[in-house]
């Protein structure tokens, strides 16, 4: 039986909140421990048969395939196979195992095994883009509306806010927060001031069709809509004074289900998911 030892181990500084490390991504770091890892122990790039990343949370598309960009930009070949590897908090230490298994079947004589997470920066990140940019602009234009007694929110979610997002878990959380906030809206101030909440599920964007976008964002493609056809929709929903702005009238179905019942829906994601990780190889994003 073979034998696996380790001959190099790597880790990155452990910043602070905000500190130094915050404008670094995942990608980058995990590319500079993959490097030099490799430069420690003493071998050439070229013989690594094998790479493994644990990795959860995705917080921009090069994230999506972490390990590959990790291999690639650390200096090995890129015909070396890579992975991301998802076991939530046991993440990292998976990748471990799943290198050295790869090493025990004989499918690599040298295999990195390394695990990454988005920092609290990230989630910050994220957290304002998709949620406080909604608190930012009601308190921006709400003091003028409630002082003439009328006004119109329109918030930008997603079906994501609705439903859940598979992948990655600062895009669902922020999205059902940005719903949560448009509601809150309307019972509050309403109606003399309305509100509708557009979710739309797939639309053709750069962000859907970006050329490293994800099994998971890709699965979108096939019942995505044009920007044109989710703004008729808009004009259709304002003029009917409707709360929620559902592009693709799927999603009221899905959510009628959860609603019903969440175990059977939270099976049927999970469906979803194994679907995706099978048809791309192990990774989601």
């Known amino acids: 039986m073979r034998e696996v030892v380790v001959v190099s181990a790597v880790r ?55 390990s590959r960009v990790a291999a690639i930009e ?13 076991r939530l908090c046991g993440s990292g230490l998976q990748a471990i195992v799943s290198a050295s298994q790869s090493i025990l079947l004989g499918d690599a ?35 003028q509306m409630l002082a003439r007694g009328d006004g119109y929110l329109l918030s930008t979610a997603s079906a994501a806010g609705l439903l859940s997002s598979i992948g990655s878990a600062p895009y669902a959380v922020t999205k059902h927060a940005a719903v949560a906030f448009a509601e809150w809206l309307s ?39 044009s920007p044109e056809e989710v703004a008729d929709f808009v004009i259709r929903g304002l003029a009917e004074e409707k709360f929620l702005i559902l592009p693709h009238p799927i999603v009221a179905e899905y959510v009628q289900r959860k609603a019903t019942d969440r175990d059977r829906w939270i099976a049927g994601m999970r469906k979803i998911q194994a679907k995706i990780l099978a048809a791309s190889g192990g990774t989601l994003m």
């Open 12 to 66: 990155t500084a452990i910043g602070t909140f905000g500190g130094s490390l915050k404008d670094v991504p995942p990608t980058q770091l995990a590319a500079l421990v993959v490097r030099e890892a490799v430069r420690r122990a003493g071998v050439d790039p070229a013989q690594v048969g094998h790479v493994a990343f644990g990795h959860v949370i995705n917080t921009e598309p090069r994230d999506m395939y972490l």
């Open 74 to 86: 650390g200096g090995l070949s890129q015909d070396v196979p890579a992975m991301n590897v998802n």
């Open 109 to 143: 004589d040298i295999a990195i095994g390394g695990g990454a997470e988005a920092p609290d920066s990230e989630w910050q990140r994220i957290w304002d883009i998709n949620f406080m940019s909604h608190v930012w602009a009601a308190r921006h234009v709400l003091p």
């Open 187 to 225: 019972i509050t101030h309403g109606p003399a001031i309305k509100v509708s909440c557009l979710c739309p599920q797939g639309v053709f964007t750069n962000m859907l069709m970006h050329p490293e976008a994800g099994p998971a964002t890709a699965a979108l493609r096939p019942e995505a809509i």
